[in-house]
C-alpha cells in the first residue's frame, strides 16, 4: 500500500446534502492538500494540513465546507448543504517535509467526483 | 500573485512524432518551484518533475526533456517520439517559496492525444 487512497470514488447525492470524504495519504507524509478540479481546468487549491493542524484554506472553502485530520493520519471533506456548483472532483495529494523541503512534489489520489442533483 | 497559462488546450500528433508542451508562468517571487503532472484518463494525476527557479539546467528523463527559461517565464516539456500512452492531460504547476504551504497553482492542461 504506498499511494494516496480515496473514498468514496464516486458520489452522488441530491441538492442540500451533506456528503463526507475521506483521504488517506501516503503513510510516512506529515502534509496533506484538498483541491478540486472541474472539467477542463487544472486543479484548484483547497485547504492543507500540516500534521493535523489547518494551516491554510482559500476563499474558496465556502463556510459550508469543512475539513479535518484527527490524529495527523487521514483526512475527511465534508460539505454541508450541497449546491449543483459543488459537483466536482475532489482531489487529495500528500508530501513530506523531509529534508526540509517545503515545496517537494505531491502525491496525489484517484480522487472524489461528486455529482450534485 | 502567481499564474500559469498552458495555451494550448488540444494537440494531437501521430505516434513517434516529437511535441512541445507549452508552460508560461507569473510569480513576484524570485525563489519558487515548477511541476509537470501528468492525469491520465484513469484520472489520477502522476507526479513527473519538479525544477526551483535558481536551476535553470535543462532536464532530460528517457524520452521527455523540460526546458526551463526564466528569461521567458517559460517551462516547456517535450516528448520524444511520442507514444499511445503518452496520451493524457499534462498539467504544469508552480509554487511560491515565501508561503509554507508549498500548494501549487496549476495551468488548465494541455489534452495531447498521440494517434497510432
Known amino acids: 500500500d504506498t499511494g494516496v487512497s480515496q473514498n468514496p470514488r464516486h458520489k452522488i447525492t441530491k441538492r442540500g446534502q451533506n456528503v463526507t470524504f475521506r483521504c488517506d495519504p501516503i503513510?510516512?507524509?506529515?502534509?496533506l492538500y484538498w483541491y478540486r478540479q472541474t472539467l477542463g481546468q487544472g486543479p484548484e487549491f483547497l485547504t492543507y494540513?500540516?500534521?493535523?493542524?489547518?494551516?491554510?484554506k482559500s476563499r474558496l472553502l465556502s463556510d459550508r465546507f469543512s475539513a479535518e485530520r484527527p490524529k495527523g493520519s487521514f483526512s475527511t471533506l465534508e460539505i454541508q448543504r450541497t449546491e449543483q456548483g459543488d459537483s466536482a472532483m475532489y482531489l487529495c495529494?500528500?508530501?513530506?517535509?523531509?529534508?526540509?523541503?517545503?515545496?517537494?512534489?505531491?502525491?496525489f489520489g484517484p480522487g472524489t467526483r461528486l455529482t450534485v442533483l | 500573485a502567481q499564474k500559469v497559462t498552458q495555451a494550448q488546450t488540444e494537440i494531437s500528433v501521430v505516434e513517434k512524432e516529437d511535441v512541445t508542451l507549452d508552460c508560461v508562468y507569473e510569480t513576484r517571487d524570485t525563489t519558487y518551484y515548477l511541476f509537470w503532472y501528468k492525469q491520465p484518463p484513469s484520472g489520477e494525476l502522476v507526479f513527473l518533475i519538479r525544477r526551483n527557479s535558481f536551476d535553470e539546467q535543462n532536464e532530460i528523463s528517457g524520452r521527455y526533456s523540460w526546458n526551463f527559461q526564466k528569461s521567458t517565464s517559460s517551462f516547456n516539456f517535450t516528448i520524444t517520439a511520442s507514444q499511445v500512452v503518452d496520451s493524457a492531460v499534462y498539467f504544469c504547476?508552480?509554487?511560491?517559496?515565501?508561503?509554507?504551504?508549498?500548494?501549487?497553482?496549476f495551468g488548465d492542461g494541455t489534452t495531447l492525444t498521440v494517434k497510432p
Open positions: 495529494a500528500s508530501s513530506t517535509t523531509s529534508g526540509g523541503g517545503k515545496h517537494n512534489e505531491q502525491f
Open positions: 504547476a508552480l509554487s511560491e517559496a515565501n508561503t509554507n504551504a508549498g500548494k501549487s497553482t
Open positions: 494540513f500540516q500534521n493535523e493542524a489547518q494551516l491554510e
Open positions: 503513510s510516512e507524509h506529515n502534509r
